[in-house]
């Protein structure tokens, strides 16, 4: 079955497999690894199904890592060099045609967010006026240069994040910032709607005290916020807010994912409903 089905593209030859299988829920998020994993371990997909929950996030009795261990024989250690399947150094950004990799031009900065999906993250900014480019990746991990199924597995301590180059003089931090707050739950730990895991937790990982500040400070306008309008239903905001760690590229199908043609339709992000104070 699977020999034949090489001629098709990534994701419609997951969903052949899964759905082949009884494995593919309508509606759920599904990502060409986790297909080629069920012949390997390593897919989010696999992981889950297996523990009956997502791997790596504690319930106090510790069966979680202990059945995750004995799977998959212990966290991920990484690797040396970056993954084959990372963009190679001459890629280029499928909307903007900016390159991917640095050097930037002297007046961009650079941004990084873990809200949930990067899929659906980067999808928020990609597009946007001021916005040099985008990459989606990995950051805030145990191991260098993770893949995707490394992450997957829950014990790498890795989060999926977008990083953003743009130009402050055209978008600013805090526009960068409303749209952080906005357009997903900062209050659900470790996960986003459906998508849960430690790779899905709320962050914001600052290169300079100015952003640091603005984003502590945008934090508690919104918590007042969600306090006020009650919109988190008493929750508090989890988001870890701590300097940028290294950032590893994801795959290349990863990149842009939501502009590509024949792209899977799919947003895990939850916003809570509340709007960021001016």
């Known amino acids: 079955m699977w020999a034949s089905m090489t001629s098709l593209a990534p ?18 998020r599904l990502r060409p690894p986790a297909a080629l994993a069920l012949v ?7 992981a889950r199904s297996f523990v009956g ?61 873990g809200m949930g999906c990067f899929w659906c993250s980067e999808n928020l900014y990609m597009a946007k006026e001021g916005v040099y480019s985008s990459q989606v990746g990995y950051t805030g991990g145990e191991s260098i240069n993770p893949s995707y199924q490394d992450v997957c597995t829950g014990m790498s301590g890795h989060n999926e994040v977008v990083r953003i180059v743009y130009d402050p003089k055209v978008i600013t931090y805090g526009d960068l910032l409303k749209v952080f707050w906005e357009r997903h739950d900062p209050t659900t730990m470790n996960q986003q709607g459906g998508d849960r895991g430690t790779q899905y937790r709320s962050g914001i990982y600052y290169y ?16 007042a916020e ?21 950032f590893f590229y ?25 709007k960021l104070p001016a």
């Open 226 to 246: 969600l306090e006020t309008t009650k919109a988190a239903d008493g929750r508090k905001i989890s988001t870890e807010i701590v300097p940028a760690p290294t």
């Open 53 to 113: 929950g997502s791997l790596g996030v504690s319930t106090g009795t510790g069966r979680v890592d202990q059945v995750a261990r004995a799977f998959f024989g212990g966290p991920p250690s990484g690797r040396d060099t970056p993954i084959p399947e990372a963009p190679a150094a001459d890629a280029k950004h499928f909307l903007t045609g900016n390159p991917l990799n640095p050097p930037w031009p002297a007046r961009m900065e650079e941004a990084m967010f």
């Open 11 to 28: 994701v419609a030859r997951a969903r052949a497999v899964l759905a082949g299988r009884g494995r593919v829920p309508r509606g759920s």
């Open 250 to 274: 994801a795959e290349g199908y990863h990149q842009q994912y939501d502009a590509k043609p024949g792209s899977r339709r799919y947003c895990g992000l939850s916003p809570t409903g509340a």
């Open 208 to 223: 300079s005290d100015a952003q640091k500040q603005l984003a502590e400070a945008t934090r508690d306008k919104y918590q």
């Open 40 to 46: 390997g371990a390593g897919s989010c997909l696999l």
